[in-house]
């Protein structure tokens, strides 16, 4: 809490004395943000005004249509926020004093504020009350800065949503989980309150109508309309311009064929690129949630393109995109009908039974499993292991958990088990809602307050094209990981007949976690690794769960930390304490690491040269079936 200090030499009358008064000052303000207001002509203004209308009737109008069967919200609660609310007041109740030092607390910060904005008007310097986290974009235009009444509106907004925040925190009478939800709840309501998300407390916003005559809120409302019918009643954000890419055209274009299929999988065998490649496949397992080519995004952006550049002969599993009929296939027909099954199809494609094997984010948990499951068989043919932003220890899960316990599955299983699947779409909004402001707050302001449409960009293409899971794979893989992390447990999971033991496995592995990862903290990355028994390298790639992964050398975006520690310390801060950084991909680093499972140098491979006959080419059907 900031004391109020009036500076020497300032009184009171130089305040009471600004010409022409609080209200001129205001104006003035406003007109350094927007210089051309006074510009706008009368016929501009009411052509613009006729447009809005036409258009707000015409959603409005949408709005009362029922007739597209687009979803109706439900009265379920699954994250118990009824009743995390109803225990918070019955906790303000028995704690009166709290809510009256947090009022008391947050009426001083705006005596403050209010103090330090009339020196600003008088030109003395003043320190801001309230700033901006780190990495917070929402406040970049310099008009929250420079005018002062933009700068009272963000430091008033950061002030009041901070206030109601902590007043949940560590409230007594609140258990932690409550207070965790309802500090996410009150986060989720203060993203969407926040000024940068209205035209006329949004001095960019305010700019874009003086030098548009407008034009920005009328394009902005036909984007609106061509969400809202892309969705067929329901609204969802266009992130990027989806009619720059398709799958197979600039998309998933390294050169392949699919060479075995079965109902989960086409599994895809790349062209050579090289004269000669290393004797031992690698074979890439890409989350069963997702579509595969994340990992084969445009040209110059492909980790598969670049594999295939270093030598080796690359296997890729393209997951099905589950309908109603699979409804039963369970997270043990993933690991047969996936990684087993693919192992098999690679012996007999290129006659090597050992083989490297990449698994990413739910692919590495599946190869985690599939991994104990082979060696609790005796079977040696994971030559290697790489994990790329992968929980086996589900310790703790970040902001996910929240969604995750027994009242919240219970009431996502009872509408799952209704279609027989997961809606790809629904983890979409969940995934998108846990960072709100870079993901939807910041699409919304820019496509309909500035009016923009949506520049081409891969990832976020790859981000919207969802992909279902099957009803039985959901709810054992979220009751047995998730809500009860039974797979670091010895014998704590059975698939097959066979119980299971990650802590036996002594594959040498390669762990990758990401700085910024909110899907799988890299600190509950570090403690998976600690459980595997053979050598592993762990290592720590900056910014989060897809840049932090896709990230080629050439464009020398994000760097990396490794340590050459024998044995992972038990602390991951005491890890990278003592960890290198390095500038640019963690992809030679890795490609470094493989050489010694890669085997000699072999004449290259093309697909069909063995026992396997090619059914079609890469990138295959599965992957073009979109919800």
């Not at 900031?2 to 209200?23: E, R």
């Not at 006729?50 to 015409?58: F, I, K, P, Q, S």
């Not at 709290?98 to 504020?113: G, S």
């Not at 068989?377 to 589900?394: E, N, P, Q």
Request: hydrophobic share 40%.
């Amino acid at each position: 809490m900031a004391p109020i200090v009036m500076p020497a030499g300032l009184h009171y009358d130089a305040v009471h004395k600004f010409p022409g008064g609080p209200g001129r000052a205001v104006r003035s303000m406003l007109q350094r943000v927007i210089p051309h207001l006074e510009s706008l002509k009368s016929d501009e203004i009411m052509d613009t005004s006729a447009r809005l209308t036409r258009l707000g009737l015409r959603l409005f109008s949408r709005s009362l249509d029922t007739s597209n069967g687009s979803p109706r919200a439900t009265m379920d609660d699954p994250l118990g926020l009824a009743q995390a609310s109803i225990a918070l007041a019955r906790a303000a109740w028995a704690n009166p004093e709290r809510v009256a030092a947090a009022q008391l607390d947050l009426w001083w910060d705006f005596a403050t504020l209010a103090q330090r904005a009339a020196l600003r008007l008088v030109g003395a310097p003043a320190e801001p009350v309230a700033e901006p986290e780190q990495g917070d974009r929402r406040f970049r235009h310099a008009g929250w800065d420079e005018n002062p009444a933009f700068d009272v509106i963000k430091q008033a907004y950061l002030l009041t949503s901070r206030a109601w925040i902590d007043l949940v925190k560590d409230f007594e009478g609140l258990d932690e989980r409550t207070q965790q939800k309802l500090a996410f709840s009150i986060s989720q309501m203060a993203d969407a309150l926040s000024p940068s998300n209205f035209a006329l407390t949004n001095p960019e916003v305010l700019q874009a109508m003086a030098d548009t005559g407008g034009r920005n809120l009328i394009d902005g409302l036909e984007n609106l309309m061509s969400d809202l019918a892309d969705g067929n009643g329901s609204l969802s954000i266009k992130t990027t311009d989806h009619d720059a890419f398709e799958v197979g055209t600039n998309l998933a274009v390294t050169p392949g064929k699919i060479v075995y299929q079965n109902d989960l999988m086409q599994l895809i065998q790349y062209a050579p690129s090289t004269e000669q490649v290393h004797r031992t496949p690698l074979l890439v397992m890409p989350p069963w949630m997702n579509k595969y080519y994340i990992m084969d995004l445009r040209p110059g952006n492909s980790v598969m393109e670049w594999l295939v550049g270093q030598g080796h002969t690359v296997f890729m599993i393209s997951w099905v995109n589950p309908d109603e009929r699979l409804a039963d296939k369970g997270f043990e027909d993933y690991m047969l009908e996936g990684p087993i099954a693919a192992l098999d199809a690679i012996h007999q494609a290129t006659g090597e039974r050992r083989v490297n094997v990449t698994g990413y984010c739910l692919g590495g948990i599946l190869l985690s499993a599939a991994s104990a499951w082979l060696q609790a068989r005796g079977d040696d043919r994971i030559k290697s292991a790489t994990y790329l932003t992968t929980m086996v220890d589900f310790c703790d899960t970040g902001e996910v958990s929240l969604f995750i316990d027994e009242q919240g599955l219970a009431s996502l299983e009872s509408h799952i088990n209704e279609r027989g699947f997961l809606d790809g779409k629904l983890v979409d909004v969940t995934f998108r809602t846990l960072r709100a402001n870079d993901l939807i707050w910041s699409f919304f302001v820019n496509s309909y307050l500035l009016g923009k449409s949506p520049k081409p960009f891969d990832i976020l293409y790859w981000n919207a094209d969802s992909t279902n899971m099957p009803a039985a794979t959901h709810t054992f893989f979220m009751r047995n990981m998730y809500l009860h992390n039974r797979l670091r447990e010895p014998g704590g999971i059975t698939l097959a007949g066979v119980p299971i033991d990650v802590t036996r496995v002594d594959t040498p592995a390669y762990v990758l976690s990401t700085k910024e990862d909110h899907i799988a903290p890299w600190k509950t990355g570090y403690e998976s690794a600690k459980l595997f028994a053979g050598p592993v390298t762990f290592v720590l790639g900056a910014s989060g769960h897809i840049a932090g992964v896709v990230n080629p050398p050439d464009k020398q975006k994000y760097g990396y930390w490794s340590n050459d520690c024998e044995a992972l310390p038990d602390d991951a801060d005491a890890w990278l304490a003592d960890a290198s950084e390095h500038v640019g991909s963690w992809w030679p680093h890795w490609m470094r690491w493989l050489e010694a499972y890669a085997g000699e140098a072999v004449p290259a491979r093309t697909p069909g040269d063995g026992r396997l006959e090619p059914i079609e080419d890469a990138p295959g059907s599965y992957v073009k079936v979109r919800l």
